[in-house]
């Protein structure tokens, strides 16, 4: 339940989705492979500082942020044997 509450009111959640938008749509188009989507995502979520309690503002630069972290990640050739 604690957990939870932290995944809600947290940034997490914006930028788990953006690094896995991106991810997904790079998988799509011929890379990565499915292994290289959690993995662009485990190492976007794992640089990302949480922050609690965030504004739409800092929901919106957390989106960005991730989303240009996982495009730094493809240009590193994503960073995994996949």
Do not use: Y
């Amino acid at each position: 339940m604690q957990r939870n509450k932290l995944w809600e009111r947290s940034s997490r959640r914006a930028v788990f989705n953006a690094a896995n938008e991106v991810a997904v749509e790079a998988s799509l188009n011929g890379q990565p492979t499915f292994p290289g989507i959690w993995q662009t995502v485990e190492r976007v979520m794992t640089a990302h500082q949480v922050i609690a309690h965030p504004t739409l503002e800092v929901l919106i630069e957390a989106n960005d942020w991730a989303r240009r972290e996982a495009k730094v990640w493809r240009t590193r050739g994503w960073g995994c044997d996949c």
